[in-house]
């Protein structure tokens, strides 16, 4: 049974190819037990003969996608108190929830476990349910934020002083003050350091303006952020690269970048769905692709903005979203092909 802490945010559908990928590789070792993640915190427990747990517990110790790797209990057992091999998360999407081997531990309507008072694996993956953010290792939850927080702040002034291409792991530690090694404790790469700056750094500034969507309407929401995103070029230019690195699957970071740009889009979406019952847009327009539509402008203003000096994003937002949002108020038609203009013959 070990604890461990994930180097960066990690999506629904990456837990659910980790599961995926576990199960079968667990099954056929002849391995049982769960994987327990919430917030940063992982809990796992692996059952099995003893060279086949060793491995794969190594396996685990390396993996890039977490660090303080620790080991609470190491013993010999009688019989295994797990099934098959499971993990357990909350995930955005309730599809996930019927993803095979997928467990509810963290559901609230979860019946108590009969067996955790039988084993001390069940017991302690008990009190990791009831307290799930709670320090499993002999560091506390302050040693664990502070040099975290150190080393993300310290890549938010790199990328202030050089940008996102000049970026490195040890320019980062530098302006941190921190050693290299302290912070690949955290953070084993370049890339796994940029996807926890992108989620503080955006996060921190697209939180407190979230109340507009419902005070004052989406459009007002996304005015505000383009202000406070053209303030800052570096988090503009580390945005545009996280959107271009999403691109590549294979990239450590790409499947967060995706799935947290699906979640901006999903947040746009429910909030012109919101406006029009509220009315502050016309019934007229459909929620679905004037989200489209605002974030094609949104989105392409900000990456011209990084190429030309010339553009005031926040004026130029304001005049077309006012167009944009004059058109939803007409009703809208799928265009025939007899209605698209063609070249005049010759």
Same mark, same amino acid.
């Given at each position: ?7 960066? =945010?990690?999506?629904?559908? #990456? ?28 809990? &796992? ?18 993996? =890039? ?25 909350? =995930?955005?999407?309730?599809? !996930? ?47 664990? #934020? ?15 002083? &050089? ?14 003050? !921190? $050693?290299?090694?302290? %912070? ?21 500034? $697209? ?11 989406? %459009?007002?929401? *996304? ?11 570096? *988090? ?34 429910? &909030? *012109?769905?919101?406006?029009? *019952? ?35 994003? %926040? ?32």
């Amino acid at each position: 049974m070990y604890t461990s802490t994930q180097t960066r =945010p990690i999506t629904d559908s #990456e837990l659910a190819q980790i599961l995926a990928v576990g199960r079968e590789k667990n099954t056929a070792l002849g391995v049982t037990g769960i994987l327990a993640h919430k917030g940063h915190n992982c809990l &796992g427990i692996l059952e099995g003969d003893d060279e086949v747990v060793q491995t794969r517990f190594e396996q685990v110790r390396i993996d =890039p996608r977490h660090t303080n790797v620790r080991v609470l209990l190491d013993e010999q057992v009688g019989q295994r108190s797990f099934p098959d091999w499971s993990m357990a998360f909350q =995930p955005l999407d309730p599809l !996930m929830q019927h993803v095979p081997g997928f467990s509810d531990l963290f559901a609230g309507s979860r019946p108590l476990d009969p067996a955790a008072g039988l084993t001390r694996a069940r017991g302690l993956l008990d009190w990791f349910r009831k307290h799930p953010l709670a320090p499993l290792t002999s560091r506390t939850a302050a040693d664990e #934020e502070a040099p975290r927080t150190r080393a993300i702040n310290g890549a938010i002034t790199a990328l202030h002083d &050089g940008g996102v291409t000049r970026f490195t792991l040890n320019i980062a530690a530098e302006h941190a003050g !921190m $050693s290299s090694e302290s %912070v690949r404790e955290f953070f084993p790469t370049d890339r796994a350091l940029l996807a926890a700056t992108v989620e503080r750094w955006a996060g921190a500034i $697209s939180a407190p303006l979230m109340p507009l969507i419902s005070e004052k309407g989406t %459009v007002a929401f *996304l005015h505000a952020l383009m202000t406070a995103h053209a303030e800052e070029p570096a *988090l503009m230019e580390l945005l545009a690269y996280s959107l271009a690195a999403s691109v590549d699957p294979t990239l450590d970071g790409a499947d967060y970048y995706r799935s947290a740009y699906r979640r901006f889009r999903e947040v746009i979406h429910e &909030g *012109l769905s919101a406006d029009v *019952l509220a009315g502050r847009e016309p019934s007229t327009m459909d929620p679905v692709r004037g989200a489209k539509q605002l974030l094609a402008l949104y989105d392409g203003l900000r990456l011209q903005h990084l190429l030309t000096a010339d553009i005031d994003v %926040v004026n130029e937002f304001d005049r077309a979203a006012a167009r944009m949002r004059r058109g939803w108020s007409e009703q809208y038609e799928q265009p025939t092909y007899w209605d698209i203009p063609t070249a005049p013959q010759s």
